[in-house]
């Protein structure tokens, strides 16, 4: 192996240690990296747009993907993005945030863990003057002049389109169909949103029961246990109604594991459509994906720079999608991005 050629004493060793640790908690307390100059942006007088963006972290393919597409796309725009991974914790993203206005970013950008206890950090935002945008999920604050506009997915409309599939693939049944549900991350938007308007759409057929729903968290890990669970306390399981793909992909394997054939013993519905639930579901063990598209880096990055320059956006901005059979989605299979 090379030698470095550099001699280190314990108490040289210990100032570069103090250093880094410095520099680290100055960085924010998730995982932070920072593309392009890191000295640039408002507060280091150059020009280029310099975006401070909070993640929730890395919990599914979605989220990859997602973090890909805000990466790439600040790359395309030639703008400075400093990432925080918050690693599924809001106070990490609370102190990303503090870390950012210290920092004296020009656009905050974050997607919310949760919904509620965000008004104390971003009234702090809006008194530095540091607009904030909202990517992928909502908060719960009253007043809207918190943020500027939120970018993302409607996750009502999502349950909702996942519900009328069910009404329809069970509309010759004559008894209880039974369905467990597999939650997101308790206190998350698309938790609470795919819940309610799946709730509302299956309430059309009353022979369609949720006899147990609970969280998953969004993972694949949290998904099988889950449905081990489910599976042991309900002897007669007819549907899963899984949140997101990676929790589906964990339950397929308790599925199997119980001696079950997904996709025909258990009816499975999920939402997101990524490639490994879109691989899935041509493979027959889905049966119907409601898409959440995870690609708003290039929306993002348009509108962190109309906010910038004081230019009027809209206060919603919503994702086009879709939904997918079996059929369907052996065709958009090949073409899939992500
Ligand atoms: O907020 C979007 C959701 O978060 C995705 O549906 C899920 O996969 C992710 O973890």
């Not at 949760?114 to 003057?129: C, I, P, Q, R, Y």
């Not at 999920?137 to 069910?166: N, P, Q």
């Not at 964990?250 to 119980?258: K, M, N, S, V």
């Not at 109309?306 to 919603?316: C, D, I, M, Q």
Request: aromatic share 6%.
């Amino acid at each position: 192996m090379a030698k470095t050629g550099i001699t280190l004493t314990r108490r040289g060793l210990g100032a570069m240690l103090a250093v880094g640790l410095l520099a680290g908690g100055l960085a924010g307390c998730g995982n932070s990296d920072t593309g392009g100059d890191s000295d640039s942006g408002s507060s280091g007088g150059n020009s280029k747009l310099v975006i401070g963006f909070s993640q929730v972290g890395a919990e599914s393919g979605w989220r990859t993907a997602n973090t890909n597409s805000i990466k790439e796309a600040a790359t395309t725009a030639g703008y400075e993005l400093k990432f925080d991974d918050a690693q599924g914790k809001q106070e990490n993203q609370i102190k990303a945030i503090r870390n950012f206005i210290q920092q004296k970013v020009d656009v905050i950008a974050f997607s919310p863990v949760v919904e509620s206890g965000w008004d104390t950090v971003l009234k702090e935002a809006k008194d530095a003057k540091i607009p904030v945008i909202l990517t992928d999920r909502a908060v719960d604050s009253a007043d809207k002049s918190l943020y500027k506009t939120f970018i993302g997915s409607d996750f009502v409309k999502e349950g909702k389109l996942a519900g009328e599939w069910l009404v329809k693939e069970k509309s010759a049944a004559t008894g209880p169909v039974n369905i467990v549900e597999l939650q997101g991350t308790t206190g998350a938007a698309p938790a609470n949103d795919r819940k309610k308007g799946f709730a509302e759409a299956i309430a059309a057929n009353p022979n369609l029961k949720v006899v147990a729903s609970q969280s998953g968290d969004f993972t694949r890990a949290g998904g099988k246990q889950v449905m081990e669970q489910f599976l042991r306390a309900n002897p007669k399981i007819d549907v899963l109604f899984a949140h997101n793909d990676d929790m589906g992909l964990g339950a397929l394997e308790a599925i199997t594991a119980a001696g079950k054939t997904p996709g025909k013993d258990i009816t499975i519905i999920t939402v997101d459509a990524v490639k490994d639930g879109m691989q899935a579901l041509a493979d027959g063990k889905f049966n119907f994906i409601a898409e959440c598209s995870p690609l708003l880096g290039p929306q993002l990055m348009d509108l962190a720079k109309k906010v910038k320059a004081g230019e009027e956006v809209p206060a919603r901005v919503e994702t086009e999608e879709t939904t997918f059979t079996q059929e369907q989605a052996k065709t958009a299979l090949p073409n899939r991005k992500y």
